[in-house]
């Protein structure tokens, strides 16, 4: 609902200078009619993104990340509000201009919707062929495409002659063939296994780090967040419930249902299971607490659960611990379980407060 | 040999130049009615898949009104429609009888169905194609040209073989009403002077034209489908 910038995010950006949106929502609704009614798929979304970042949409099935995504290319318009591309407009744009636009635009699909009928190289070729270039130019652009996601020498089979992983990558050299400034992709890697997943997404980040290409990431999965994204989104049934850095959203979570996402792509998202199963390591005494913590700053976690055991008299029996870089950055966290009296207890964790670590006492099923 | 056939089939041995006339005139009006009916049709079949409301060239009214008379026109049996195409028929190729008068009702008659057969195929194309083709920025033109007409190629050679079939039959329809080819020399012959041996000659080598259509169909469907 909220746009929820802290302060901290501000200063984490690189350039000091004022940067322009590439593609700008503002106030965006959308509403699909149909025979039995209205269906408000987009509710009021603002955001920006920024030349050359990757910026994640993340959100449950039917929340509206595709309809967001499909407003940038225009197939789908908004109801209210503007997209603006490259400072255009789009409600503005006639069809000639809204299809020029659109061959800056690479989209890659779930589905990756390659022609069946067509052979990789003439897959890769359909977006050059109102380009203005000889045979050799485009032949070399498909050469070169072809290497760049590693499918040299298949250029001659057919779509239904390649794996999933396969298949993706050609709708990314495809996607790719006319120098996009914008990298559309809805949920591109969701029908992957993880590790044709994570190659994927790495060819993604390195081409978007080699070329510069503003990339627009649809997914359900806060894994997919972690691995390639900078900036995120959080939508939920077609509003926005959080946005800013993955690493500042990774580290302070607001929402519910964010922090849900990031629990599962964290070890210590696994102490639900763990208490779900009635697991007897996590038998809750009555001097004890089940606690979460939380802190950004490798250095401190283990002296500060010495100091803390220490200083209050509490004993501290470590479950799970975890370290994870984001974006070149660490976060760690813990779960544990902490006992003492009540009194002690409560100043430990004032003390962890105050240390910036995010304390969380889950509370017993 | 020679007696054999000669002993099974005498008047057609005795009419033979004009029961191979007839056959090459068949094929003829096969084959000219079929092109010009493939051409149309295709016009019409993009015309019904891409005018729907929410289509590539939404034009719902025209839609509907495209749709209607087409069904009118499918639910006329031929024999009737060629009869009622007489007079236009004559204005428009000087002659209602003949080989030349036989190709335009033919047209008429086979259109309505091969639009629909090519209605069929195009919606076979999963729409994230052509909102993929969209997504490049093609024009609607070159989404019909590069999309529904070239992935559509295989289900396209289904129906123009199923049509094609259509259209031997109706060939031999337009027999009666003295269009000239295989119909005409088994009505003429076989049947109004019962020589039945006519009869049995033209139904084998219509079943030899469909089998051969058929036969044609199917390879080029195997050469181009990729599923
Ligand atoms: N063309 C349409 N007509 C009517 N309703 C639509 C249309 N497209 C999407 N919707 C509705 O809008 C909502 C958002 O759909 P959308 O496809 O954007 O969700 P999503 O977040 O991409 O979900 P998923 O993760 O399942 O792909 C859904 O409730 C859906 O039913
Ligand atoms: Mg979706």
Known sequence: ????????????R???EPREAIIRFDKVSKTFRSGDGEHAALHDISA??????????????????STLVRLING?????????IVEGQKLSQLNARQGRKLRTTIGMIFQSCNLMPSRTVRDNILLPLQDKDLSREEREQRVDSLLELVGLSGRERAYPNELSGGQQQRVAIARALANNPRILLCDEATSALDPATTTSILDLIRTINRNTGVTVVMVTHQMSVIKHVCDEVMV?????????????????????????????TTSNLGRINDLIHADNPAITIGKRQRLIRLQYSKEDVSEPLVSLMTARFGVLVNILLSDIESIGGRPIGGLVATIEGSAENIESALDFLRKKDVRVEVIEHV | MFDIVARWFPHVVEYRGEFISSIWETAVMVGVSGAISLVSSLILGVLLVTTPKGGLLAAPLCNRVLSYAINVLRSVPFIILAAALVPLTRALTGAALGLRGAIFPLVVGITPFFARQVEAALMTIPSNLIETAYSMGFTPWKIIRRVYLREGIPALAKGTTITMVSLIGLSAISGSLGSGGLGDFAIRYGYQRFMFDATLASVIVLLCMVGFVEFVGKIVVDATTRQ
Request: overall charge negative; cysteine-free; glycine content about 12%.
């Open chain 1, 48 to 65: 920006d993104i920024f030349p050359g970042s990757i910026f994640g949409i993340i959100g449950l099935s039917g929340a509206g990340k």
């Open chain 1, 14 to 16: 690189k350039h000091d």
């Open chain 1, 75 to 83: 197939i789908e318009q908004a109801t209210l509000g503007e997209v």
């Open chain 1, 235 to 263: 939508l939920d049934h077609g509003t926005v419930v959080e946005q800013g850095s993955v690493y500042s959203i990774f580290v302070n979570p607001h929402d519910a249902l964010t922090r849900t996402f990031i629990e």
């Open chain 1, 1 to 12: 609902m909220t746009h929820l910038f802290s302060p901290s995010l501000d200063s984490e």
